[in-house]
Nanobody, 125 residues
Framework: VQLQASGGGLVQPGGSLRLSCAAS????????VGWFRQAPGKEFEFVGA????????YLADAVKGRFIISKDRAKKTLYLQMNNLKSEDTAIYYC???????????????????WGQGTQVTVSS
């Protein structure tokens, strides 16, 4: 599986961005696709995950109510709609994929085998 993340940029606080994660190669059947982020000087942080063949999703508490995960199965693309962005959302955002689903949501980056290259999101006035 190859993943390509895109859609990052500079946005003012309160603004919105939509990230895309386009997959190629293998089918995503039985895969989980997740979003992680890493702010400067900080550890990787789980943002959310989607069970590709189902309707189960998880979002981290820090982004619940502001971020939305959606997908287009025909395009093999996962989206992360980010609304009401805050300065603390500034980070490089990565999408990743793993076989299978973890009860309670696959939140551990060590479980993900396939990674996209990351896209920078900067929230600043």
């Amino acid at each position: 599986v190859q993943l390509q993340a895109s859609g990052g940029g500079l946005v003012q606080p309160g603004g919105s961005l939509r990230l895309s994660c386009a997959a190629s190669g293998s089918t995503l059947h039985n895969y989980a696709v997740g979003w992680f982020r890493q702010a400067p000087g900080k550890e990787f942080e789980f943002v959310g995950a989607d069970k590709w063949s189902g309707s189960i999703q998880y979002l981290a508490d820090a982004v619940k109510g502001r971020f939305i995960i959606s997908k287009d199965r025909a395009k093999k693309t996962l989206y992360l709609q980010m609304n009401n962005l805050k300065s603390e959302d500034t980070a490089i955002y990565y999408c990743a994929a793993k076989m299978g689903w973890t009860a309670g949501g696959p939140r551990d980056k060590e479980d993900y085998r396939y990674w996209g290259q990351g896209t920078q999101v900067t929230v600043s006035s």
